[in-house]
């Protein structure tokens, strides 16, 4: 009986692992200069190299770090992102590029959901793009995605 309890545990751990929630963020740098980086609170979760969480991923920030951009992306364009599987209509994660002060348009930065919501994201080519905050009235810019384990893809100078 007892390796019957034990059989039910592991088999218990399986499942809660096959359905934990999870999120990768992916790089793609082609500016040949400056390293992508994500920043959640004061913790550099990656310096290019995809990042993937074990939960939900809320409040990080990304930038191409030039040399010019503070630590919270201070000087530069900014990626703003949660990644959450969504637990009610209208929660879930998203999604936006950031050029509110002290922020500024550095290099060409977009981003794209992938593994759900397939398509929708956004680009900011140039320092008046109409896709990016510029005060924090700008909610028509984020995009939402409303798919369990979404993952998303920034890409600097395409």
């Not at 592991?10 to 499942?15: D, S």
């Not at 109409?130 to 893809?153: E, G, H, Y």
Request: with cysteine; hydrophobic share 40%.
């Amino acid at each position: 009986m007892l390796s019957w309890k034990y059989f039910a545990a592991a088999l218990a751990l399986v499942v809660a692992q096959a359905n934990a929630e999870t999120h990768t963020v992916h790089f793609t740098n082609n500016c040949g200069f400056g390293t992508p980086t994500l920043i959640q609170g004061p913790n550099v979760l990656s310096t290019g190299g995809d990042f993937t969480s074990n939960g939900p991923l809320v409040s990080a920030i990304a930038y191409l770090q030039t040399g010019a951009c503070g630590f919270n992306g201070e000087g530069c364009t900014l990626v703003e992102l949660t990644l959450i599987n969504p637990t009610s209509p209208g929660s879930g994660s998203s999604a936006d590029i950031s050029l509110i002060a002290p922020h500024a348009f550095s290099v060409t930065s977009g981003f794209g959901y992938f593994n759900g919501c397939d398509g929708a994201g956004a680009d900011c080519t140039n320092a008046n793009c109409p896709t990016a905050f510029r005060n924090p009235d700008d909610t028509f810019v984020q995009v939402a995605c409303q798919s369990d384990n979404v993952n998303l893809a920034i890409t600097f100078c395409d």
